[in-house]
């Protein structure tokens, strides 16, 4: 399994406390400490190569469907505000893959970092929370909105494409740092396939479709 370079900045942390433990275990008045050292260490190495897990999968070819941008569980479904967008909110666990997919093919016009709180990532209130837009323009169709936000835990994103680059339907674009959500915007001309409870996962579970061109 592949893991993304974004881990060992956890990893290696980890296995040199869990390393030092080793060596406080070789000395009588310290082996408990050392002890305690060394299970978290090397259990926090060990989660944290998994939470960065970036599986390979391929990238999708149907330019009439939208893809999930995340792994996880479909949160709600609903219009959120004026206007026919209907917004598309997925939770990802700390035990999901947490790498970013485009959801489709198309140019990056906009990237945009929004501040914002940390409320836990599974509640109604995360949709305030900190976050990057990131605005897709297809070819021959509406752009489309979709968005990294921040959790409780670790609160940091990265979106990797600059604006005016093209990216591929189900291209790895960035990754969230432990619990998050990730929302798809979808604008006139496109529909929602999916509903709340459904487990969806990155590149791979078409969410919508395009249903006009513009």
Not at 159 to 173: D, F, H, L, M, N
């Amino acid at each position: 399994m592949k893991i993304a370079p974004q881990a060992w900045r956890f990893v290696v942390p980890a296995v040199a406390a869990g390393s030092a433990g080793l060596w406080l275990m070789g000395r009588p008045q310290s082996w408990a400490l050392g002890a305690l050292l060394t299970f978290l260490g090397c259990g926090f190495a060990a989660f944290s190569a998994y939470f960065f897990r970036d599986p390979e999968r391929p990238l999708t070819a149907d330019a009439s469907k939208i893809y999930s941008p995340g792994d996880g569980v479909v949160m709600s479904v609903a219009r959120e505000g004026p206007g026919d967008t209907v917004t598309l909110r997925i939770f990802l666990s700390i035990f999901d893959v947490h790498i970013q997919r485009a959801p489709c093919a198309g140019k990056v016009v906009k990237v945009q970092v929004v501040g914002g709180s940390f409320a836990a990532a599974m509640k109604d209130a995360a949709r305030s929370n900190a976050r990057v837009v990131m605005t897709i323009e297809p070819e021959g169709r509406p752009p489309l909105v979709v968005e990294q936000i921040a959790g409780l835990i670790a609160r940091r994103i990265e979106c990797w494409p600059k604006v005016g680059t093209a990216v591929a339907s189900g291209q790895r674009y960035g990754i969230i740092y432990f619990g998050s959500q990730a929302a798809v915007h979808f604008p006139a001309g496109s529909k929602c396939t999916v509903k709340p409870g459904d487990r969806v996962a990155a590149g791979l579970t078409e969410v919508g479709e395009w249903t006009s061109r513009s």
